[in-house]
């Protein structure tokens, strides 16, 4: 029995697993890079995986900040990650614009 989860409930599927958020994201990066570097996923499935992932983490927009340049910036931070050629650091680091910033 196959069972699939449609993507408008993906959020509350994943949330409900209970395990911890930055496990199951390293395990996923790591298990991409592998893929990746074996030849089995090629660019395109890769940017699927982190548009997939941008999409996700978009939800969570603060208002104050325009949705678009969130998700960009959580596509660039995405893209360090997965190159693992840059490390990202840590949330605190995150400078946002706002909506109405200069």
Not at 12 to 26: C, M, P, W
Not at 36 to 53: N, Y
Not at 81 to 100: D, N, P, Q, R
């Amino acid at each position: 029995m196959k069972v699939t989860i449609e993507k408008s409930n993906q959020h509350y599927e994943l949330k409900d697993v209970g395990l911890r958020a930055q496990a199951t994201a390293a395990g996923l990066v790591q298990l991409c890079k592998e893929l990746h570097g074996a030849g089995v996923l090629d660019e395109a499935a890769l940017d699927r995986i982190k548009a997939s992932i941008a999409d996700e983490i978009a939800l969570t927009c603060p208002r104050s900040i325009r949705r678009d340049k969130f998700r960009n910036d959580v596509c660039d931070r995405l893209d360090s990650l997965f190159s693992g050629e840059l490390k990202v650091g840590t949330h605190a680091g995150l400078e946002y614009e706002t909506a109405g910033a200069d």
